[in-house]
């Protein structure tokens, strides 16, 4: 698998992108908290046969910007938009697990005529959720950093392709194996959905909109219908046997997913 690195700056914020290259439509895949642009290999090589793939290190995330400043949802949405203006990425799919899909789903309400169709896995409008920095900040000082291990590490998280693929977050130091983010950061992203709803966003959303969940009840069904009755003319399927990180689990589940939608998308000129 082969892909090329481009690094772009915002604001003195470096970003860094794996770039797949390929033909065709755009598609910008955006990774969840804690996570690493690296999570979306398997599903990046498989679009890169039609699309041009590119997928990001958040700030914060990865080989990006460890300790910025600014983790408000604007400065995760204005990212994007650098992304896409920077490497020349006209009307992108946007693709986004999580809290990158709340990224996603931000930047495609805020940038209607930027947008040509976003994707939503395990992601939804949500909060206010005041337990949420805390219960991330819980489960990141439960990790028992250094691992020893990248093996030891992918054992802990998870085990399986899921805990291969937070393992590949890791970056190898002298005493072990360590997560590339600062958890204040993590627990910092976070304080906006602790504190308030993104129904109103949701609502603004005017491109067409793929929900892809697992049966994980990360996201509750009522949330999923509300969803659906704001919006009715959103595409949402299930894949079956699957937990909240179902990109790394059944990469070729969602893969096939995605191609229907956008096959469909672009059948109908959208």
Known sequence: MAWSEHVVVRDGVRLVCRDWGGPGQPVVLLHGLAGHAGEWDGLAWRLSSRYRVVAVDQRGHGAGERHPQDVSRAAYVADVIAVVEQLALPRPVLVGQSLGGHTAMLTAAAHPGLVHALVLIEAAPGGPNPNAPADI????????????????????????????????????????????????VMVRSLAENARRSFWREWGQVACPTLAVLAQSSIIPAREVDEMLGQRPDTVSLSIPGTGHDLHLEQPEALHAALSRFLEVKHAGGV
């Open 137 to 184: 900040g819980g489960w990141l000082d439960s990790w028992p950093t250094p691992f020893p291990s990248r093996e030891a590490a992918a054992a802990f998280l998870g085990g399986g392709q899921v805990g291969a693929g937070w393992a590949a977050g890791l970056e190898e130091r002298e005493d072990g194996w360590w997560p590339r983010f600062d958890r204040e």
